[in-house]
């Protein structure tokens, strides 16, 4: 892979890298906040030790490390995307399955180096769980 400066990107792989930059800043930080996830009243996930990842203008998101979620209730599936500034998601399902459930997890396990930090963390989609920040 070739080098890029902040705000270009490099070609590997057929996938365009993007280098987060003033146009699309990406930070990661440590929650100091307790942050715990459920599906109705099931803990699905809970932990002192989430990081916050905040890109550009959206709403930041919670990167719980895998050893605080109940991997018991996470079915991996077929689903996958793409994120220049991150690299290919993978997902997982919700189990019992349900209409809400499905595709509603999803984790870096080769991230961008820029986001390195979230290896080994899953996110959600906070409208398909409650995601409850405990200060």
Known sequence: MRRARAGLS???????????????????????????????????????????????????????????????????????????YKGDASYYSLLPAGADGENAVWTYEQPYEAVADIRDHVAFYPDKVSIEIIA
């Open 10 to 84: 490099a070609v590997m792989a057929d996938k365009t890298v993007k280098i987060p930059g003033p146009d699309h800043p990406i930070t990661v930080e440590k929650n100091p906040d307790r942050v715990v996830v459920k599906v109705g009243d099931q803990v699905i996930a809970d932990t002192r030790d989430a990081l916050s990842l905040q890109e550009a203008n959206y709403p930041a998101v919670q990167y719980i490390p895998r050893d605080d979620v109940d991997l018991t209730l996470l079915e991996r599936t077929e689903h996958q995307t793409y994120c220049p």
